[in-house]
């Protein structure tokens, strides 16, 4: 597509709750970020998935957080038994790169979380 | 390590005036370098870019130069407007590697 696209845009869950969100990264790009962004906060990371090599897992601030992502194609972010304080908007981008160099990443609109 | 350091806090301006928002980083050899802009309510949008050395990156009527000596990509745009009233972020991904590092992020306020 023209853009990541992320879905669902808004999902509340009750406390304890499963829920899964999705990421469509742009055709052909190669690497693609989770982050996850409080409220007035900046950008957390949470993991990076670089084609097919061992995504970079060390920005998931639990067991209970986990990501997949099959080659270059569509991520899931999946939190269990959620909590409150993972209320947040979870961004996913893509990005490119030619040689060494790498322009830039493409941000999605963002899942915003909220756990009642 | 690599790490980017913007100045601390909000910053308040009247429109028309010149705006000025520091940016350093650490990082080994050439990292390519942005600025990423979130209008409230909405996503993250690549504002501009450097990928070396002495490069201009500019989008908008704001610019940055890729400054190696000083390790710095200050943003800076002549006249600002309301509609300039956002957060920036200012980033890099090191030379070779994907993985994106982002300051804390500065809200700007542009007051009539």
């Known amino acids: 597509g023209a853009g990541v696209s992320q879905s669902p845009s808004n999902k509340v869950t009750e406390k304890g709750k499963d829920v899964e969100l999705r990421c469509d990264p742009i055709?052909?790009?190669?690497?693609l970020y989770w982050y996850r962004q409080r409220l007035g906060q900046g950008l957390e990371f949470l993991i990076y998935?670089?084609?097919?090599?061992?995504?970079?897992k060390s920005g998931l601030p639990s067991d209970r957080f986990s990501a997949e992502r099959t080659g270059e194609s569509v991520s899931t972010l999946t939190i269990q038994r959620t909590q409150q304080e993972d209320s947040a908007v979870y961004l996913c981008?893509?990005?490119?790169?030619?040689?060494?160099?790498?322009?830039?990443?493409?941000f999605g609109s963002g899942t915003r979380l909220t756990v009642v | 390590g690599n790490s980017v350091t913007q100045m601390e806090g909000p910053v308040t301006l009247s429109e028309e005036a010149f705006l000025t928002i520091n940016c350093t980083y650490t990082?080994?050899?050439?990292?390519?370098l942005f600025w990423y802009v979130q209008y409230p309510g909405e996503g993250l949008q690549l504002l501009l870019k450097?990928?070396?050395?002495?490069d201009k990156g500019s989008n908008k009527g704001f610019e940055a130069t890729y400054r190696k000596e000083t390790t710095s990509f200050h943003l800076e745009k002549g006249s600002v407007q309301v509609s300039d009233s956002a957060v920036y972020f200012c980033?890099?991904?090191?030379?070779?590697?994907?993985?994106?590092?982002f300051g804390k992020g500065n809200q700007v306020v542009v007051i009539p």
């Open positions: 990082a080994t050899g050439y990292p390519s």
């Open positions: 980033a890099l991904i090191p030379y070779g590697n994907n993985r994106l590092a």
């Open positions: 981008a893509s990005s490119y790169r030619v040689g060494q160099t790498n322009y830039g990443y493409t």
């Open positions: 998935f670089q084609g097919n090599s061992a995504p970079d």
């Open positions: 055709s052909g790009h190669t690497a």
């Open positions: 450097a990928t070396k050395a002495d």
